[in-house]
């Protein structure tokens, strides 16, 4: 009887919800109105879409394409580059011209040097020729008084050997007029520079310098080429002046042995002191030997050049550092002309300025454009507020509450046949009691191990501290068995222990406090819910 008066009830209600929905508008009208709105919506979105990309599209073209000032300072910072590089190019020119000046002038001394050392080797020969000739008269027997004054007289003359090594220090300096060549170079050089000025007609003499570097410009030689030709001059030098030092010290050896020679003569003279030597041989070699310098002589020549002689080499050693830092400059005029641009480059940058649009043509069109869209967009407001009003008309009182509320009431419901279906599977209550005591059992008996294995844990690990009684350390250890015992016994024969009720957990943290909370929330919907089936069961009918 209670399921007949249920179903009463449900079929009253269903009539009284479909009189209500009879007074309503049909789903198809609806439908077919809100079609119609969405369908005029998306023609203007997908028209103000277009217009949006085409605005992108063409801010995107406007910021890819540069402006004309942009371009004349390009155009501007290039010339400047353009006449700096013909500056350095002229620059590179004279030192060029300066260092072949310098190459020739080292072969020049180069092949002095040369022919110096032709004239050492004659005079070398004639040396030796006067050697075996004063060798073949010293056969001869001299008188000692003779023999002596020979020696006084000849002490006052320098030995071949110092000679020799006057003639290897001289080699190695240039000579005066070479020096006077390079100062007066350098003196036309200076007054070459100081010439050098701006004048009125600059800017047409560039012009006419840019017009002849593009012409001209092939006919310079390359640095890297005269660089290598340089280097190729220099190890030449190196090696032709390690030639004469193999020469001069060939010549320091045959001088040395000379000298030998001379000793073991003087030697083989002392021991024939009785054989004695022409008269007339004697005024030959005194004929011969006055063709030699006196000591005195040279070092007042040696004392005169010395000087003339520094200046000459601090004279190269500042040509040297000067043709440096021109190497320098040369390499760096190098570098900055890699870092240039072609004129290949300028000639498409002015080809494509033309194809770029003026700016305040371009700005024009821009805000002929902004003003339209700003039309375009009022135009589109007020459309869209004039449909709102017109549809405000045609709308139809809202029923989106109730129809909600009957959704909701209908997916409350439950088919009879399920509940009772589903209550004659569910398990017993006493069987569930049964497991929730159970847990709740093992629970208590995990924190009454937690406990337990929490004091063995600070026996073990925490060390005794100074002054601490061995009693309570015992009594700490009886209490962790008695406790371990008393568990042991809980587990196996279901024994709780006496002190269950004294022990007190640690104090929760903040996630921990969280979650008892959670737990209790959890049990009070949990009774709720018994609650509310109970209730259902006595409605069905189906109580246990």
Not at 161 to 177: F, G, P
Not at 312 to 341: G, N, T, W
Not at 394 to 421: C, I, Q, S, T, W
């Amino acid at each position: 009887m209670a399921d007949v008066g249920f179903l009463d009830e449900d079929e009253g209600e269903t009539e009284d919800d479909l009189e209500e929905l009879g007074s309503l508008i049909s789903f198809s009208n609806l439908e077919h109105v809100v079609k119609h709105i969405i369908r005029k919506f998306k023609s203007l979105e997908a028209y103000n879409e277009s217009n949006d990309a085409t605005i992108k599209s063409l801010k995107g073209e406007i910021e890819l394409r540069a402006t004309i000032t942009g371009l004349d300072e390009v155009v501007s910072e290039l010339n400047q580059r353009i006449e700096q590089q013909q500056e350095a190019l002229y620059l590179t020119k004279e030192n060029v011209t300066s260092s072949e000046e310098a190459i020739d002038r080292l072969k020049g001394s180069q092949t002095q040097l040369e022919k110096k050392l032709d004239t050492v080797v004659k005079e070398k020969a004639v040396q030796d020729r006067l050697i075996r000739e004063t060798q073949d008269a010293l056969l001869d027997k001299v008188s000692l008084a003779e023999l002596n004054m020979f020696e006084a007289k000849f002490a006052g003359y320098t030995t071949k050997l110092e000679h020799q090594q006057i003639l290897n220090a001289l080699s190695d300096y240039a000579t005066l007029d070479v020096a006077e060549r390079i100062a007066e170079n350098m003196k036309v050089l200076s007054t070459r520079f100081d010439d050098y000025t701006r004048t009125a007609k600059l800017e047409q003499q560039l012009q006419e310098v840019r017009d002849w570097v593009g012409d001209e410009l092939q006919n310079y030689a390359k640095v890297a080429q005269t660089t290598m030709r340089i280097e190729e001059l220099a190890v030449h030098i190196k090696e032709q002046s390690l030639v004469f030092d193999r020469v001069y010290a060939s010549n320091n050896d045959q001088l040395r042995g000379l000298s030998d020679r001379i000793t073991s003569m003087y030697s083989e003279l002392a021991n024939d002191l009785q054989q004695r030597a022409m008269y007339d041989d004697l005024q030959e070699t005194k004929n011969s030997l006055k063709k030699y310098a006196l000591r005195a002589e040279t070092d007042a020549f040696q004392q005169d050049c010395v000087p003339k002689l520094k200046f000459c080499v601090d004279s190269i050693k500042a040509f040297d550092q000067r043709l440096r830092a021109q190497d320098d400059a040369i390499q760096r005029v190098d570098e900055v002309l890699l870092d240039k641009a072609g004129k290949y480059d300028i000639v498409i940058i002015n080809s494509r300025i033309e194809q770029c649009i003026q700016k305040e043509a371009a700005m024009k069109e821009f805000h002929g454009m902004y003003d339209k869209l700003d039309r375009f967009n009022k135009r589109f407001e007020e459309y869209i507020e004039q449909e709102s009003k017109r549809l405000d008309e045609f709308r139809p009182p809202d029923y989106g509450p109730m129809f909600e509320d009957l959704n909701h009431k209908v997916a409350l419901k439950a088919d009879k046949a399920d509940l009772v279906e589903m209550y004659q599977l569910k398990a017993n209550r006493i069987d569930a009691d049964e497991l929730a005591k159970l847990q709740d059992t093992i629970h208590r008996q995990l924190e009454y191990l937690s406990v337990t294995t929490f004091g063995l844990s600070k026996l073990c690990l925490a060390e005794a501290k100074q002054g601490e009684s061995k009693t309570l350390r015992m009594q700490q250890r009886t209490q962790v068995l008695m406790q371990s015992e008393a568990l042991w016994h809980w587990i196996l024969h279901n024994e709780p222990p006496p002190n269950l009720d004294t022990l007190r957990p640690p104090p929760a943290r903040g996630d921990n406090v969280d979650i008892i909370k959670a737990e209790h929330i959890d049990r009070q919907k949990r009774s709720m819910d018994d609650h509310k089936r109970s209730q259902l069961e006595r409605k069905l009918g189906i109580a246990v």
